[in-house]
């Protein structure tokens, strides 16, 4: 076991990167659209154009779930990226020096 001071480095700005990614993705799943084939000729057969619908149809079902999870995915990145930046912030001002006694007064301690 480890006992001490650790030191945890988090890269915001990569996590930014992710987010966007993320972004990028969910639009591009979200915004994907479902047509049934209507020429089953074009297709090369009733056969193939309803082995065709069938799989556009279960993609549609299971881009839905995915782009949920993806959202998901994001809001625990940018839940992250906060709690990072804030803990940052919190560590940076305890690190300042605090006022000393008597500051402001005149006097000294």
């Given at each position: 076991?480890?006992?001490g001071?650790?030191d945890?480095v988090?890269?915001?700005?990569?996590?930014?990167?992710?987010?966007r990614?993320?972004q990028?993705?969910?639009?591009?799943?979200?915004?994907?659209?479902?047509q049934?084939a209507t020429?089953p000729?074009?297709?090369?057969?009733?056969?193939?154009a309803?082995?065709?619908?069938?799989f556009?149809?279960?993609?549609a079902?299971?881009?839905?779930?995915?782009?949920?999870?993806?959202?998901?995915?994001l809001?625990h990145v940018?839940?992250?990226?906060?709690?990072?930046?804030?803990?940052?912030?919190c560590l940076?001002r305890a690190s300042?020096?605090?006022?000393t006694a008597?500051?402001?007064t005149?006097?000294?301690?």
């Open positions: 076991m480890t006992t001071p650790v945890v988090v890269d915001t700005t990569t996590l930014r990167d992710v987010g990614e993320l990028s993705l969910i639009a591009a799943l979200d915004g994907a659209s479902y049934a020429d000729a074009a297709m090369g057969g009733t056969d193939v309803d082995a065709v619908d069938r556009l149809r279960r993609w079902d299971g881009r839905g779930d995915t782009v949920a999870k993806l959202r998901d995915c809001t940018e839940n992250a990226i906060d709690a990072y930046e804030a803990t940052e912030g940076q300042l020096p605090g006022p008597g500051a402001g005149g006097r000294t301690a």
